[in-house]
């Protein structure tokens, strides 16, 4: 844990901020909106129950007014993104290189991805629940800000290739995408397969929905890898404790896949677990496998 | 129709399962390591695994239309099959099941350590147990490292020891107290510098930023500034590679410039004496009279060979013996050169000239100033004595000692000079001068071509190495310090007064204050460049200039002493060369993510010998099934972004219905249950 006192801890303080703050007044819009937690203090998250109505669906009030504070946490919102992105392109300036090359990097990217992903999901795929996104946002910004050092080391020879960048992003998009699965299905866990809203996607449904999204980039994230790998190492799959580790990931989809196509929404709660523990299978790939003493191979380098 | 639901049912169930179990052994594994990994997962069980496996996702094309008819899900399963038939046919098992349809067996996977131009066709596995041979035969021309520009941090290591001394008067005993035999035990009174470390070594190391201030220890208001750090490239003027004078000395190199001179041997095996005449090209022919042998022959037309052309004297010489005071040079066959030993103490005052160390002075003919040549051993120098006509003669130092000078029995005026010991009485600094006298032949050398003198009783190599052949520059590259020295202010000489008059006033002399006023008056700004050995942190160099050299006190110390560690490399090349029945067949630059394909194998840069660039390390694997499996990944890759964004996308734009796409796979077929 080490503060930043730089330009870009500075930058990556003011993104997580913003994202806080936009969380907060997109708790305050719906404590406003939903009369049972009028009363309550708006940052009371314990209190407060996940997304029964979106906070993006609070802008239209009940009157049919539009709910100012709601579009307030929006601006806050894609402000936080703006500020992001200049995070991103202030360190891809400082490192000459796409910063994609650590997990500070990573995350970095993460930070950059998550309000165009929770824009996609609600216009296309009728998947809400941005007021989380913003928090996963603050949450995504702990890791640069406090936990990984910024330093500056030049691509090693093993680094350098065409196939590094999409491998490594591949990931950060499947990563982010079941962040918004796991909030969807916790929704499932908690208050069972229901709509959280008029046209929306039911959460089971909507869970289903980011699996499916995420599985794609997973899968290139992990093929670009072993391609890689044999233009690097000699053998496209090695046997590395990453590389078992995200084999494992991707049987867990595999299995969530053929289970969704045997019962269906038969068994949302079921469902739910299973994509939930798809998600703790990649944490596991993204941390305990880079960090963990216990794994010694030729993955460990961040 | 009810039997092929049942069917159905099972399959999925035993997909689910499997898929399942793989997960969890797949997660396992990361607990046992690499190695035991490859192993159970090559084990016989697993291998039934596998085949059950690649059977299952078959079984389930056939029985299910659905993974036919939607292409996504087709290139998602047939997919699977490829890379997985891709993964058995490049395992082990499954080469050596293939090898039993083939004339020859192939080589699983294994390194190679190649050396400098050495072809080979060996290939060990990872504990260089086994041995396997390629069909043909491998070579490294050239390996080399590029590094970055250090742009990023630099991590400089600063040493300060200054040493400082005085003259001291000591009385001196004979060497053992019983001894008697001694010249004279009731003692001498000698002057002795004697040297001591007057401020501790101080190391420091700093992370220096490129163009950032630092102010050194111990210096006042002295300030340094990176200002580069890079990797030199060899130096690019042509060079002759002496053989080295001794087994633990490296060969030396002399610089292949016209009129360069050089010698080589000693005056007692026979001396060589070379002067370089000329730089030409030539080519080989065979020897007019020698058979077997060649020569070089000049020759300009292109496509020749560079060469060097030497003017060499191949002769007996004779050892000269002068201290201070003979100036005449006692050679045992009394043949009188002039010249005069002035050791270092005195050298500048003797000579008036710039010399720091021990010099040799010797008249020469025609100028009014004489030849002032440092005494350091090997050091050659021409020149003409007085006494002996017009012959120029060439000397070169054999070794700096001590002598002691006693009449000669036999004829009393004569004096003899007898070694001696530093510390004997009577003994005086002395050096000993081959001198030979140059009888001329010419020889080209020419890469490739050494030339062997046997008739001096040992063999004599020479190589000439021209600039343009890098393979001969390996292990020369070295990493620069460029950095700039600035005085932020000037001592003021009232202070340099007040701290001289406070130490005369008594107290004990605070050396620590008075050197740092005194190095910060010496030190010498302006941009310098300093060259590391090797890169490595040590042997650091000295970077005395930073010092006055001819301050007394610390003419024997180091000063600074910079230390960097090696820029981070950016890329490993190794340049290969294949041969088969003796004809070059490939020929490629392989570097880290860029192997080097012949013949079904990859070769991959794996390894290098980053200190001298001696060698090289390839790994090698058969390409068996690759190609396979990169078709199987591309397909299962393509089949999963066709069916989860593509189809999707596509089946919105047709109907959109309520803005969201369909469900990819949503007609969920229950197992029937």
């Known amino acids: 844990m080490a503060i930043k006192y730089t330009r870009l801890g500075g930058l990556i303080y003011a993104t997580m901020g913003l994202y806080l703050l936009a969380f907060l007044v997109s708790v305050l819009a719906r404590a406003m909106k939903s009369p049972r937690t009028t009363s309550e203090p708006p940052g009371d998250r314990g209190v407060d129950p996940p997304p029964d109505v979106p906070p993006g669906s609070s802008t239209v009030g009940r009157a049919g007014r539009i709910n100012p504070v709601a579009v307030f946490a929006h601006v806050l919102y894609a402000a936080g993104f703006v500020l992001a992105v200049v995070t991103y392109i202030d360190r891809a300036i400082e490192v000459n290189n796409v910063p994609l090359q650590n997990l500070f990097e990573a995350f970095l990217a993460m930070m950059v991805l998550i309000w165009p992903i929770s824009m996609i999901c609600r216009r296309f795929f009728a998947v809400r629940g941005e007021m989380w996104d913003m928090l996963i946002g603050a949450g995504l910004c702990v890791m640069p800000g406090f936990i990984r050092d910024a330093d500056i080391s030049p691509a090693r020879p093993a680094l350098q290739t065409a196939l590094f960048v999409p491998h490594v992003l591949a990931y950060m998009i499947a990563t982010v995408l079941m962040i918004k699965a796991t909030i969807q299905a916790i929704g499932v866990l908690v208050y069972g397969d229901t709509s959280p809203g008029a046209n929306l996607a039911s959460r089971e449904t909507a869970t289903y929905r980011m699996v499916c999204i995420s599985f794609p980039p997973l899968t290139a994230g992990l093929i670009l890898g072993c391609i890689w790998a044999k233009y690097a190492w000699s053998d496209f799959w090695s046997w590395d404790p990453k590389e078992q580790w995200s084999l494992s990931t991707w049987m867990t989809f ?49 | 129709m009810r039997h092929m639901v049942k069917v159905r049912r099972v ?36 291998m039934l695994a596998w085949l059950a496996l690649t059977g299952m996702l078959i079984a389930g094309l056939v029985l299910f239309p659905r993974l036919v008819r939607c292409p996504g899900l087709l290139a998602m399963h047939v997919g699977c099959v490829l890379t997985l038939l891709g993964g058995m046919l490049g395992s082990k098992a499954g080469m050596k099941i293939m090898d039993a349809w083939r004339d020859h067996k192939r080589v699983f996977k294994g390194a190679m350590q190649l050396y400098d131009g050495r072809p080979k066709r060996n290939v060990t596995d990872e504990r260089e147990q086994q041995f396997d041979v390629l069909p043909f035969e491998v070579r490294c021309e050239r390996c080399w490292i590029e590094y970055y520009p250090y742009e990023h941090k630099l991590s400089v290591q600063v040493t300060e020891t200054v040493k400082t001394g005085r003259w001291e008067s000591v009385t001196e005993h004979a060497p053992h107290d019983g001894d008697h035999s001694g010249p004279d035990h009731a003692g001498h009174v000698r002057e002795v510098f004697k040297e001591k470390l007057a401020v501790e070594s101080e190391v420091k190391r ?17 300030k340094i500034r990176v200002t580069g750090f890079r990797i030199q490239e060899p130096v690019t003027e042509p060079f002759l590679l002496l053989p080295s004078p001794s087994r633990h000395a490296p060969p030396r190199k002399v610089p292949a410039r016209v009129g360069q001179q050089f010698g080589i041997g000693s005056s007692h095996a026979g001396m060589l004496v070379g002067r370089i005449r000329a730089r030409r090209w030539v080519r080989w022919e065979p020897h007019p009279t020698e058979p077997g042998q060649i020569r070089l022959v000049p020759d300009d037309r292109p496509g020749g060979s560079p060469a060097v052309v030497v003017e060499e004297s191949l002769l007996r010489g004779r050892t000269y013996v002068y201290t201070q005071k003979i100036a005449d040079g006692l050679g045992k066959d009394a043949v009188l050169i002039p010249a005069r030993y002035v050791p270092q103490a005195e050298a500048k005052k003797a000579t008036g000239a710039e010399q720091p160390g021990p010099v040799i002075v010797t008249p020469l003919r025609g100028h009014d100033k004489p030849l002032v040549v440092p005494a350091e051993v090997g050091q050659d120098f021409t020149f003409m004595p007085t006494r002996s006509g017009t012959r120029r003669l060439i000397g070169r130092i054999r070794k700096l000692c001590f002598v002691r000078l006693e009449s000669d029995p036999d004829s009393p005026e004569k004096r003899r000079v007898i070694e001696a010991e530093g510390s004997e009485v009577g003994a005086e600094p002395a050096v000993e001068i081959d001198v030979v006298e140059p009888r001329r032949t010419e020889n080209a050398y020419a890469p490739g071509v050494t030339a062997r003198l046997r008739k001096m009783g040992q063999p004599v190599s020479m190589v000439y190495i021209p600039a343009d052949d890098p393979q001969k520059m390996r292990g020369m590259q070295r990493p620069v310090i460029t950095f700039e020295v600035t005085r932020r202010r000037m001592p003021g000489i009232k202070e340099y007064w007040a701290l001289l008059s406070e130490l005369q006033r008594g107290g004990g002399p605070d050396v620590k204050t008075f050197l740092r006023l005194l190095s910060a008056l010496r030190i010498r700004t302006g941009e310098k460049t300093i060259t590391i050995s090797k890169g490595r942190p040590s042997p650091p160099v000295a970077l005395d200039f930073l ?21 981070p490399v950016k890329e490993y090349n190794s340049l290969l060369v294949i041969r088969k029945d003796d004809r070059e067949v490939a020929r490629s630059v392989i570097e880290v993510n860029h192997p080097m394909h012949y013949g ?36 299962l890759m393509g089949g999963t972004f066709l069916h989860f964004w593509v189809e999707p996308v596509w089946r919105a734009a047709k109907g959109r219905r309520g803005g969201s796409p369909d469900e990819p796979g949503s007609p969920a077929v229950e197992g029937g249950g």
């Open chain 2, 11 to 46: 399959l999925l169930w035993v997909t689910l399962v499997g898929s399942v179990n793989l997960a969890q052994l797949s997660a396992l594994s990361a607990f046992i390591g690499e190695a035991k990994a490859w192993v159970l997962f090559n084990s016989v069980p697993l």
């Open chain 1, 254 to 302: 595999v299995a969530y896949f053929h289970m969704r196509y045997m019962f269906g929404r038969k068994h949302p709660k079921l469902n739910a677990a299973v994509a939930i523990t798809c998600m703790v299978v990649i944490l596991l790939t993204l941390f305990w496998a880079n960090l963990s003493a216990a794994f010694k191979g030729i993955h460990s380098y961040a």
């Open chain 2, 547 to 567: 010092y006055d050299s001819q301050a007394q006190w610390d003419r024997a110390g180091r000063p600074y002493v910079f230390a960097a560690d090696k820029p």
């Open chain 2, 206 to 222: 700093f992370k220096w930023k490129l163009n950032a201030w630092r102010d050194l220890p111990l210096t006042d208001g002295v």
């Open chain 2, 600 to 635: 079904g194998y990859h070769f991959y840069q794996s390894g290098f010998d980053e200190e001298d660039l001696a060698y090289t390390y390839i790994s090698v694997k058969s390409d068996a099934g690759w190609l396979i499996a990169l078709i199987g990944v591309l397909t």
